[in-house]
């Protein structure tokens, strides 16, 4: 798998924390400290992806099946009972 | 602008119940319809007991978990319905110390208004969002304790309550 060098213009307080992790020994360098913060972040943007993803495909399983696909059955009951509880 | 109550929503997707017509009309008759995170919190909590839902959902779409089925649930019923999320910002210092706006206006609420913990909260809801200017004048509710205090939500919020054809007991 082949690599790039990208520059990125980094604020003040997120450089402190990448030198500090550095300093701490947790990363061995400023790269390898933001390539470690970029996956992370792509796996969380990857959920985001599908989730989005997934919202799209609940519209089309809902014209297929000419109603809402989400059937919460006695949930309003259930809501109503809670609230006088609470 | 259209403050709706998460009742309202279980209500447009509950076929057991009688008001879902009705439900789903208003939701998608109505423009302005906005909602708190207290409606977003609410969906999540009952999605999270509707195991055979969650489960029927993740399998069809091909998701991780349930909590990504919930996420996935929320967001379409929000986009479906026209559901505007509005984020509510602020804190107040009181007697008790920082409190969150919201909170401090369910306390102050209670002075006025009988009701139980998550309908005031709702309401503070309503009332933080006016303070940031925003102009509601309806809450939208299946829940009959909101009628019940009509009167003194018009007065504290001026806010009238339109509310599902209550259910018989």
């Known amino acids: ?86 | 602008m259209i403050y709706v109550d998460t009742s309202v929503i279980i209500a447009a997707l509950d076929p057991t119940d009688p008001r879902r017509e009705e439900a789903r009309k208003a939701l998608e008759l109505h423009d302005n319809k906005i909602v708190s995170e207290l409606v977003i919190a609410e969906l999540a909590s009952v999605l999270a007991r509707q195991h055979k839902v969650l489960i029927s959902i993740k399998d069809k779409l091909g998701l991780d978990d349930h909590m990504m089925a919930s996420m996935t649930i929320i967001l379409y019923i929000l986009k479906r319905f026209n559901l505007k999320y509005i984020v509510v910002r602020g804190f107040s210092r009181t007697l008790f110390g920082k409190l969150y706006n919201p909170m401090r206006y369910a306390i102050e609420l209670t002075e006025r208004l009988r009701l139980k913990t998550l309908d005031l909260l709702h309401l503070a809801y309503i009332k933080a969002m006016k303070e940031q200017g925003l102009l509601i004048n309806t809450l939208l509710t299946a829940d009959t304790d909101f009628k019940n205090v009509e009167k003194d939500l018009q007065e504290l919020l001026r806010v009238s309550i339109e509310l599902l054809t209550p259910v018989s007991q």
């Open chain 1, 1 to 86: 798998m082949g690599s790039k060098v990208v520059s990125v213009r980094l604020d003040d307080e997120l450089l402190k924390l990448v030198d500090e992790l550095v300093r701490l020994g947790v990363y061995g360098s400023r790269s390898e400290a933001l390539r470690d913060f970029i996956r992370i972040g792509a796996r969380y943007a990857r959920q985001i992806q599908m989730v989005a993803e997934a919202v799209n495909k609940l519209f089309e399983l809902e014209k297929e099946e000419g109603d809402i696909p989400v059937k919460l059955g006695g949930a309003l009951r259930q809501l109503l009972g809670e609230r006088e509880r609470f």
